[in-house]
């Protein structure tokens, strides 16, 4: 059974940084891609930033560009997002995601396996 458990949401304020964590289990790391979406009330998921686990190639969203890092510890099978720099428009609820496809992984529906959220509010 495939589980992904993410931690390291909470509140801070405007400029002030976090790092989430995403512990997998019951998949072939190698074999997938991993992904950081996030989701504001009343929006769409957006994708935030992904990683080749094979390899550790990564990329981000325009949005986050500049700000936000993604990157592993393949040993742990566990995916970091260290985001600086926040602002109150990145407050939202952050999930990890895993797919075996290889298109389309900019969109939410290319994943086959999400954890359940973890919530990121930003104040001014």
């Known amino acids: 059974q495939v589980r992904l458990v993410e931690s390291g949401g909470g509140l801070v304020q405007a400029g002030g940084s976090l790092r989430l964590s995403c512990a997998g289990s019951?998949?072939?790391?190698?074999?997938?891609?991993m992904a950081w979406f996030r989701q504001a009330p009343g929006k769409d998921r957006e994708f935030v930033g992904g990683i080749r686990w094979s390899g550790g190639f990564t990329a981000t969203s325009d949005s986050v560009k500049g700000r936000f890092t993604i990157s592993r510890a393949a040993a742990e099978n566990t995916l970091f997002l260290q985001m600086n720099s926040l602002k109150p428009e990145d407050t939202a609820v952050y999930y990890c995601?895993?797919?075996?496809?290889?298109?389309?992984?900019?969109?939410?529906?290319?994943?086959?396996?999400w954890g359940q959220g973890t919530q990121v509010t930003v104040s001014l």
């Open positions: 995601a895993a797919t075996s496809r290889v298109f389309g992984l900019t969109t939410a529906t290319a994943y086959e396996y």
């Open positions: 019951g998949l072939t790391f190698n074999s997938h891609h």
